[in-house]
Structure formats: C-alpha cells, structure tokens
C-alpha cells in the first residue's frame, strides 16, 4: 500500500517538473523499501507486560508493568496516547516512528498512526540515500555506474 507523505509528493513533482533526471530516491522508493508495518501503544505493550506476568514460564524482569501488576488503568492512561509505529524493511531493518498525544480527549487512532508512520518512514530517507550515493560511488572502469 503506497502512502506517500503530501509534502514528499510535491517536493518530487517540483524535482521532475524542474527536468531533474539524475539518479534519487524518490517517496516511491521509500514505500518500495517497506515490507511490512506495525503499529501499537505504549499501553499495549503494558498490556502484554501483564499477561506475561502472569504466565510462570515467562521472563517479565523487564518491565515496570510486570513488576507492579496492581497498576489501575488510570496509571496506564497516558500509555495509550504514545502510539509506536514499526517498519520492516526489505532487508530486515527496522525503523521506529511514535506520535504523542498532549491531550487525551484530541487522542485518535488513526491519526497517531499515521503521524508514527511519518515520522518513521522519514528515517528511511537518510538510509537509502546512502545507499544511493554508496552506488553511485563506485563507477565502472567504462565511466557507467557500477550495477546494483
């Protein structure tokens, strides 16, 4: 599912209009490079703290949630307005991006999702450009880029 960002969208169509044809990464190349992605709460994760917690056979040392499993959904609360969004790239790689709420009644799912997504997905660009630019760095004795 391609969900390029808006404000990447017009920064290529700026680029091709301008008749830029050198080699770039463009937002269809940082969607290309999204296997998968994942998305969740910070309370979700207390959640499943819990549960482990409760299960003997699990190792729970970790986590706060498990150490005090009389925490009330109240003290829970304000995990559920930090929302996690994890992206797995074609190579295995991951990247994190989050989206914090300030006020509870202005929490949304869906957007948190969405802004996690954002944030994550910009920490793609830095990577493949790397790559880009550790492609274009090896030339061919013919002058031509080396293949990928």
Known sequence: MQ???TED???ESEIQAKGKTAPRVTPAD???AI???YFFTAGDGADIARIRAETPDEATSFCPASEDPDLSNTDLAPLRLLTFCVLVLRNGFTVTGESACASPENFD???GRKIARQNAAQKIWPLEGYLLK???A???IDGRPAAA
């Open 3 to 5: 969900r390029i960002h």
């Open 9 to 11: 969208s017009a920064i």
């Open 30 to 32: 940082i969607e290309a």
């Open 35 to 37: 296997a998968r992605e």
């Open 109 to 111: 799912a869906e957007i």
């Open 134 to 136: 550790e492609k274009l």
């Open 138 to 140: 090896f030339v061919s």
